[in-house]
DNA sequence: CTTGACTTCCAAAACGTTTTGGTATATGAT
DNA sequence: ATCATATACCAAAACGTTTTGGAAGTCAAG
């Protein structure tokens, strides 16, 4: 018992094109009429048939985002609160979100490629973009309209927000350098990762402007999960000279390596200081808190998601790269070198 | 440039009828025309206008999930985990995703209605249900089907796959009675969340049991989130007669209550000890490391939309409801009542 | 030779919209 | 009286599929 526009049609004694006409508040369909249309047509209940329109118009108002998911115990407050931002957006401008989750690999740019064979959305929002990006890529090569959290190596460009990573590990270096430090270790993530080269570099350069050499022994790598973090930063404590700061890239690792240093004794924040980075809000109540650089995920998958339905809507963007500076949240998980 | 059947037709002189029997393996195409069609078809790279097919057959293969989001600030590798075993099911089984968030309430409504009314999805896998579940009613008064994860009050019955909360945390009461502990406290959901209820009677059949009279002024309620842990577990330990184990009802929390117990300089699994349920992958590397339940979370997705890809496509389900008992994982954060 | 069954194919209708290309009537200017 | 313009409407086509209801041809049985 769907209603259609035929049945408004009957009730009226219109025909299909006007009624269609009125309640897309066309000028060619006198105000009576409509309001005559209208009415029928909320007492009927109607609601137009989504892929009737699809068909006809060529869009779908749906925008596509496929979450790159590491194995089943895929579980990162960072995309939680990014869906968050992206799937409200997107809601209040009237779009339908069609998510998709896939290891990063053959399946995920499968995915891709299925979503724009058969035209299921309008464009996509890319996240955690990396260093040489097949679904950027992908993308350009189908002139697949696309909106990126993070930058990526590459011939074209393409519109994005991303934080400013290289500014915030240099502002977190220098912090932790006038509180003395000078053995500093980074856990940087996997170098594919785009973001990860930003951060990295910015802890170099935090380095180089103190005057301090980088030691290769003191730079580690994880795969984002607090796991890694404390495995690596078991690694760390175990040289023969450890460091006594540890600036994690995320802080799901620097958890871990926080709690790589407490079953060691090691009182964070005195005998050690350990970083992080996004200012999840874990961050605020872990033991001790996390000195961090906060990242605005939540308003960040908003911009993304209004940037995007912006280029799709033919209108042009005010500003198509966007860095963001995270701002330096100091808490108690850093503290002065015990001399 | 986009290839239709009309096209294909054209170049295999053969009719579009034939050409969509072909694609279709129908019987009543002979094998050679079948050949043909097929080569041309990839050669021409050949996708089926989605929309156009939804049209026609009544159904969209895409199932609908709304996640009930808190603010912006949401962060819960709860969901992350969940989100995962949901989308990576759907897209093994050919089906898209459509997601949406919504904070509870009124525009969390209208989000379902909008994709029931405008059929646009074959069914809802539904979350974190509640005592009286708006969205249950919506759904079951559509007819529209859907799988839930957590049961609900009402008076129809639905499919659900669910952890046994009660069960889970007898289990873990009896195991914090057995360290001697007698004052123990619990955190428990907002009472509106249908798995809050079960897991707080849980709670209070252990006590029960053991001849432990329940103590009001222990029995605390927190949003979830690591703050409310926190902030709920600093009322606890302000308490005149403080208790010597606070069992939280999720993970989060009992981070926060751990946080608060390492505030006052208490040692986690000596002085106090602190349990969670999900047991989230950072379970594992807090410090201590916490005591919590498990619960299969990527599982758990992947069977509910499973079900509910059965159910859609007309099968009958083995189980209906399905509980799942959670598993005790004892780690350090619970220990011997100190004497 | 006729009949019926089977194989292989096709034209047209249907799904529910929007758009195209009109028509009919009224109004006012010439 | 004629023309131009504006207003209010509509039939039919289009979007790209699948399904309905045949039709033509072949073959074997009667």
Redesign the pocket.
Known sequence: M????????KET????????????D?????????ELVRNVASELG????I???R????YTDTIGLIFPTFGPRFSDPFFSELLAGIGNQAADLGYDLLVSTRAPGDEEIKAYRAMVQGRRVDGFVLVRTRRKDARVECLQEADYPFVAFGRAKGRYEFPYVDEDGLYGMRLLTRHLISLGHRRIACISPPPELMFAHYRLQGFKDGLTEAGIPTDDALLRVGNLTQRDGYEQAKILLDLPSPPTAIAACNDLMAFGAMSAAQDRDLVVGKDISITGFDNIPMAEYSHPSLTTLHQPLYQIGAMVCKMLIRLLQGEELDEKKILLKPELIVRQSSGLLKS
């Not at 066309?26 to 409509?34: C, G, P, Q």
């Not at 109607?46 to 048939?49: A, L, R, S």
């Open positions: 769907v209603v259609t526009l035929k049945d408004i049609a004694g219109k025909s299909i094109t006007t009624v269609s006409r009125a309640l897309n066309y000028d060619e369909v006198s105000s009576a009429t409509k109607y609601t137009p048939n892929f009737a329109q068909l006809q118009k060529q």
